[in-house]
Structures are given as structure tokens and as C-alpha cells.
């Protein structure tokens, strides 16, 4: 079945970029997807990529797809303290139902 | 702020017991997605509802069902809970099944079993 890792943290200092990695193993997806969670809230969705495009950015964020790796990541430029969340990778297929990564918990310190 | 709205917040059941969590969708959304998170997990999907009509289902076991109705709002009945089934709920509702792209998420309702 489809499968989607994450790294389960990540720390970086205010200011800094924030890279955050996953790879998906369905060769079929569709749609990749980005969504942030805070504490105590449903999900966000931040971005998308369709699977025939290798790059999107969008304002701070840039998502980078290797398709051939089945690798996606999702940068964060000049990191703020209001970005300390849980983010979720996910993809969809044909079905459209997307599949998530356990999440990746983002620390910003000063 | 999604528009999509979720009863109650925080819910305590003990095992063998039955709950129904309510989940209300934005306006002239006809799909409404349900998905649990256990702790320290991605959202699982549970099943999707679509012009009040079941469209697809996860690796659930049917002592979890649902309703969808015409004004938008829907519910997730679970029975025979069990202590595995603490998790918090989410509903996401789209204005159609191929529109994940602009799928909104409720808060959640935290679901603990005792």
C-alpha cells in the first residue's frame, strides 16, 4: 500500500530556512500536499503540487518534487516563531483521498 | 478561520460504550471527508460522504459509520468503542470528491476511552 515518511523533527533558529523532507512510495500519485497543524487545531493546508510539475513557490514557501526519487520537500524561508507546528505531508492518488506522513514536528527558537 | 465547524471539542467514553460526533461543513460543500489521528500519527481516512451517499472507505471495521445531510452537516457514530479508538476526529469537507485540493479541516473532537 502507499506508504509516506517523514522526519519527526526539525529545529532551526528565527530567521533561518526550513527545509522539511518526505518521500511517498505510490508511483501513481496525483497530488502532493503540505498542510500545517498548530496545537490544538485541524489541519491547514499550506500548498499542493500536481505530480507533473517539479517546482511551486508560494510567498515563504517553495516545495521542491523529485519525481523519479519520489522525494518532496517543503522549504520555509526566513522562519518566524508563529511557524512552530506539526507539518504533514501527504499524497493523493486516483481516488483523491490523500494519504499522510506522521508529521514533523518544527521547532523555531530565537 | 475554514468555516467548518465540529461538536462537541472533548468527549470521555468508556469501552463498549456508543458516540456520535458532529461535524458541520462550509456552505454548499457536498463532501464531507472523516479521518482519525491517534496520537503522535498523520490522519487516517475513515470514509467519505458525498450527496449524503458513502464514496469510499479506509481499513475501518463497520462499528464505524456515518450520516451526511442536506444542510450540510454530518456525523461520525462509532460503536463498541475501544480503548484503541482514543484519537482526535477530523471532518473535511470539499465541494466535490475531486477537489481535495481545497479540502477545509475542522478543529477536531478529542476522543479519549476509558
Given at each position: 500500500?502507499?506508504?509516506?515518511?517523514?522526519?519527526?523533527?526539525?529545529?532551526?533558529?528565527?530567521?533561518?530556512?526550513?527545509?522539511?523532507?518526505?518521500?511517498?512510495?505510490?508511483?501513481?500519485?496525483?497530488?502532493?500536499?503540505?498542510?500545517?497543524?498548530?496545537?490544538?487545531?485541524?489541519?491547514?493546508?499550506?500548498?499542493?503540487?500536481?505530480?507533473?510539475?517539479?517546482?511551486?513557490?508560494?510567498?515563504?514557501?517553495?516545495?521542491?518534487?523529485?519525481?523519479?526519487?519520489?522525494?518532496?520537500?517543503?522549504?520555509?524561508?526566513?522562519?518566524?516563531?508563529?511557524?512552530?507546528?506539526?507539518?504533514?505531508?501527504?499524497?493523493?492518488?486516483?481516488?483523491?483521498?490523500?494519504?499522510?506522513?506522521?508529521?514533523?514536528?518544527?521547532?523555531?527558537?530565537? | 478561520?475554514?468555516?467548518?465547524?465540529?461538536?462537541?471539542?472533548?468527549?470521555?467514553?468508556?469501552?463498549?460504550?456508543?458516540?456520535?460526533?458532529?461535524?458541520?461543513?462550509?456552505?454548499?460543500?457536498?463532501?464531507?471527508?472523516?479521518?482519525?489521528?491517534?496520537?503522535?500519527?498523520?490522519?487516517?481516512?475513515?470514509?467519505?460522504?458525498y450527496r449524503e451517499e458513502e464514496n469510499g472507505r479506509g481499513n475501518?471495521?463497520?462499528?464505524?459509520?456515518?450520516?451526511?445531510?442536506?444542510?450540510?452537516?454530518?456525523?461520525?457514530?462509532v460503536n463498541a468503542l475501544e480503548l484503541d479508538d482514543s484519537a482526535?476526529?477530523?471532518?473535511?469537507?470539499?465541494?466535490?470528491?475531486?477537489?481535495?485540493?481545497?479540502?477545509?479541516?475542522?478543529?477536531?473532537?478529542?476522543?479519549?476511552?476509558?
Amino acid at each position: 500500500g502507499e506508504d509516506v515518511e517523514q522526519s519527526l523533527f526539525l529545529s532551526v533558529r528565527e530567521g533561518d530556512s526550513s527545509v522539511i523532507n518526505c518521500t511517498y512510495t505510490d508511483s501513481s500519485s496525483t497530488y502532493l500536499y503540505w498542510y500545517k497543524q498548530e496545537p490544538g487545531a485541524g489541519l491547514q493546508l499550506l500548498t499542493y503540487i500536481f505530480s507533473n510539475m517539479d517546482m511551486k513557490q508560494d510567498q515563504r514557501l517553495t516545495v521542491l518534487l523529485n519525481k523519479k526519487d519520489k522525494h518532496l520537500s517543503l522549504r520555509i524561508a526566513d522562519t518566524q516563531t508563529g511557524d512552530s507546528a506539526i507539518y504533514f505531508c501527504a499524497e493523493s492518488g486516483g481516488s483523491y483521498i490523500p494519504t499522510f506522513g506522521r508529521g514533523t514536528s518544527l521547532i523555531v527558537h530565537p | 478561520e475554514t468555516g467548518v465547524t465540529q461538536s462537541p471539542t472533548h468527549l470521555i467514553k468508556t469501552r463498549g460504550q456508543q458516540v456520535t460526533l458532529r461535524c458541520s461543513s462550509q456552505s454548499g460543500h457536498n463532501t464531507v471527508s472523516w479521518y482519525q489521528q491517534a496520537l503522535g500519527q498523520g490522519p487516517q481516512f475513515i470514509f467519505q460522504y458525498y450527496r449524503e451517499e458513502e464514496n469510499g472507505r479506509g481499513n475501518f471495521p463497520p462499528r464505524f459509520s456515518g450520516l451526511q445531510f442536506p444542510n450540510y452537516s454530518s456525523e461520525l457514530n462509532v460503536n463498541a468503542l475501544e480503548l484503541d479508538d482514543s484519537a482526535l476526529y477530523l471532518c473535511a469537507s470539499s465541494s466535490d470528491p475531486d477537489n481535495t485540493d481545497t479540502q477545509y479541516f475542522g478543529p477536531g473532537t478529542r476522543l479519549t476511552v476509558l
